[in-house]
């Protein structure tokens, strides 16, 4: 059993620039959330996705937007990144009626942007 | 709003020895989920243990036990017999039940180190 796995493991990016994170849920898993963890600090929630829609969102811009597919993958998108998004991005995975106690994270995906 | 509170950035033990780690919150709400998470170097977070707010006995996992104290807001983490494999960074979470809210709350993370 596949746990909760997310693509690439590593990117580097030009500010400006644009980029896409992927995550695939743990099986059996329909509830997926992001978080952002910079270096020293703890993950903070960005958003949570539910049957294809944003559920929940932290207090992220704009420019952070998301989607969930209906196999429950999901992407994470953020647009004219800047220096402050080089971060750690973790996906965990849930099923909706365990989420408030259990969940999966992901090996998350370091973003540099340069 | 709520906040969570981890105020050691580092702890070190002796191997077979036994360390607690801190850590406060603060909430008004009175139904909600405490844990702690354990993220060593390869990143990926592992839930260590889990206390339900309206269980009054302290949560244990063989080495790992917490004490929760809901009036005064703490939930410290205890390991005993520590490993070298306990080595990571340790991150206190918090999840409200009653305020229809799904994110986790995390602190600031402590790094423990295993010295042989």
């Known amino acids: 059993d596949a746990g909760v796995t997310q693509s690439p493991t590593h990117l580097i990016k030009t500010r400006g620039q644009q980029v896409t994170l992927r995550c695939s849920p743990k099986?059996?898993?329909?509830?997926v959330s992001w978080y952002q963890q910079a270096l020293g600090q703890g993950p903070q929630f960005i958003f949570q996705?539910?049957?294809?829609?944003?559920?929940q969102r932290g207090n992220f811009p704009d420019r952070f937007s998301g989607h969930q597919f209906p196999n429950y993958s999901s992407e994470l998108n953020v647009n004219a990144l800047w220096l402050g998004d080089s971060a750690l991005y973790l996906c965990?995975?849930?099923?909706?009626?365990?989420?408030?106690?259990?969940?999966?994270f992901g090996p998350g995906t370091r973003l540099t942007v340069t | 709003a709520q906040t969570v509170t981890q105020s050691q950035p580092e702890m070190s033990v002796q191997e077979a020895e036994t360390v607690t780690l801190s850590c406060t919150y603060d909430?008004?709400?009175?139904?909600?989920?405490l844990f702690w998470y354990k993220q060593p170097p390869s990143r990926q977070m592992i839930l260590v243990i889990r206390?339900?707010?309206?269980?009054?006995q302290n949560a244990t996992e063989n080495r790992f036990s917490v004490n929760f104290q809901k009036a005064a807001k703490s939930f410290s983490l205890k390991i005993s017999d520590s490993q070298l494999g306990d080595a990571a960074m340790y991150f206190c979470?918090?999840?409200?039940?009653?305020?229809?809210?799904?994110?986790?709350?995390f602190g600031t993370g402590t790094r423990l180190k295993v010295l042989a």
């Open positions: 965990a995975s849930s099923r909706l009626d365990r989420g408030p106690y259990e969940q999966y």
């Open positions: 099986s059996g898993h329909d509830t």
């Open positions: 979470a918090y999840r409200d039940l009653t305020s229809g809210t799904y994110k986790y709350i």
């Open positions: 909430t008004s709400e009175s139904d909600y989920y």
């Open positions: 206390q339900e707010a309206y269980k009054q």
């Open positions: 996705y539910y049957e294809e829609e944003e559920r």
